[in-house]
C-alpha cells in the first residue's frame, strides 16, 4: 500500500518518501504522486505555455507549463512534474537523480504548484504556534525564516510549517497543515543542540540539519502576526517596524512560494496577500544574530508581535 502523507492540509500518497513520520492520514489521499521511468530532464522550458518559473544567478531552476493535457513542472536537469486531472501526477526523474532530493521538491517546489492550481495562495514563510498565536515568518530563501522558527520553537513554540505557507482562504488569516520537518543551515545549528532526540533530528539530503519538532494540536490555526527578518549580526537589541497595510501588501508580494506568471493563481495569490495584509499587523525586524541565539530576543520579538494587535507602530 502506498503510505499517505498529511502536508499542508492534504493527503498525499506518494511513491516518495515525503516524510519521516507517514502514516498520520487517515481517508481517502486528495493527491497522488508516482514515479515514472527515468529519462533525461532537458535545461529548457517544456513545451507549453509558460506559467510559473525562477531564475537564480543567472541559471533557471524550474519552469511550469500548461499544454493541451494539463500541466508539466520541470526541475531543470532532475525531473518534471506531470500532471492531467491534479488528481494524480507522474514524476519523471533524471537517471541520475536521488530519491531524496525527488522528495524535497515533491513536497516543496511541486506541492506548491499544485496548491496554486488549486486557488490556494502559499507563500515563501515558516510559521509557529505561540500560545495559540501563529506567527509567520516571511522572507526570500536565506532571509532566516527557518532559523526564526526554530529559534521560536527553542523558546517553546509549537512548528506548524518551514519554508512553504498555506494560507486559509476564510476572511480571518489562518496556517493551513503542517510541514514533515524543519530544515537549517549549519550555522544555525546550535539551535538543536540538545534537542535532537525530541526533534528527531537528521541530516538532509542537501546538508542541512533536519528535524521536526513538536507540532500544534490541531491541523490550521489563526496568523497573528508576519514578521520579515532583517538578520543583523552587529546589533545589540531588537528592532521592530510595523509597515502600513498598503506597504504590506508590496512586502508579502515579493514572497511567493512559486514565481507565478499567468492564470488564476496568480489572482489567488495577490487576493490571499491583500487580505492576509489587511487584517494582521506585519513587522520588518532587524533582529541580532547568532551564533549565540540568545532567548531573550526571539521571546521579546514573539511577546511583542502577538500583543500588538491594532497598533499601528512599534518604536524600535
Known amino acids: 500500500m502506498t503510505p499517505v502523507h498529511r502536508l499542508h492540509g492534504v493527503a498525499v500518497a506518494s511513491a516518495l518518501p515525503l516524510s519521516r513520520r507517514p502514516g498520520r492520514s487517515t481517508g481517502d489521499a486528495e493527491l497522488e504522486i508516482a514515479v515514472g521511468a527515468p529519462r533525461a530532464v532537458g535545461a529548457d522550458p517544456p513545451p507549453g505555455a509558460l506559467v510559473a518559473s525562477l531564475r537564480l544567478a543567472g541559471e533557471t531552476l524550474y519552469s511550469a507549463v500548461e499544454g493541451g493535457d494539463g500541466y508539466v513542472l520541470r526541475v531543470h536537469g532532475l525531473c518534471d512534474f506531470e500532471t492531467t486531472d491534479l488528481g494524480r501526477v507522474v514524476c519523471r526523474p533524471a537517471p541520475d537523480a536521488e530519491v531524496e532530493t525527488l522528495a524535497l521538491v515533491a513536497r516543496g517546489a511541486f506541492l506548491a504548484f499544485w496548491l496554486g492550481l488549486r486557488g490556494a495562495c502559499v507563500l515563501h514563510a515558516s510559521a509557529v504556534d505561540w500560545d495559540g498565536r501563529g506567527v509567520v515568518f516571511a522572507g526570500h530563501s536565506g532571509a532566516g525564516k527557518s532559523t526564526m522558527a526554530a529559534w521560536a520553537c ?143 530576543v526571539v521571546e521579546e520579538l514573539l511577546g511583542t508581535v502577538t500583543g500588538a494587535g491594532a497598533r499601528a507602530e512599534v518604536a524600535s
Open 154 to 296: 527553542r523558546a517553546g513554540a509549537r512548528f506548524a510549517c518551514d519554508d512553504l505557507l498555506r494560507l486559509g482562504d476564510g476572511p480571518q488569516p489562518t496556517w493551513v497543515g503542517c510541514s514533515p520537518e524543519l530544515r537549517l543551515r549549519p550555522g544555525a545549528g546550535e539551535l538543536a543542540t540538545g534537542m535532537e532526540a525530541g526533534w528527531a533530528s537528521a541530516t538532509s539530503v542537501d546538508g542541512r540539519l533536519a528535524m521536526s519538532p513538536p507540532p500544534p494540536a490541531g491541523d490550521t490555526g489563526p496568523v497573528t502576526a508576519v514578521v520579515l527578518p532583517r538578520p543583523d549580526r552587529e546589533a545589540a537589541t531588537l528592532s521592530l517596524e510595523q509597515l502600513d497595510p498598503v506597504e504590506a501588501v508590496v512586502a508579502l508580494a515579493a514572497f511567493p512560494r512559486l514565481g507565478w506568471r499567468a492564470g488564476r493563481a496568480l489572482e489567488s495569490q495577490f487576493d490571499g496577500v491583500s487580505r492576509l495584509a489587511s487584517a494582521v499587523p506585519v513587522f520588518v525586524a532587524g533582529v541580532p544574530w547568532g551564533p549565540p541565539f540568545r532567548p531573550e
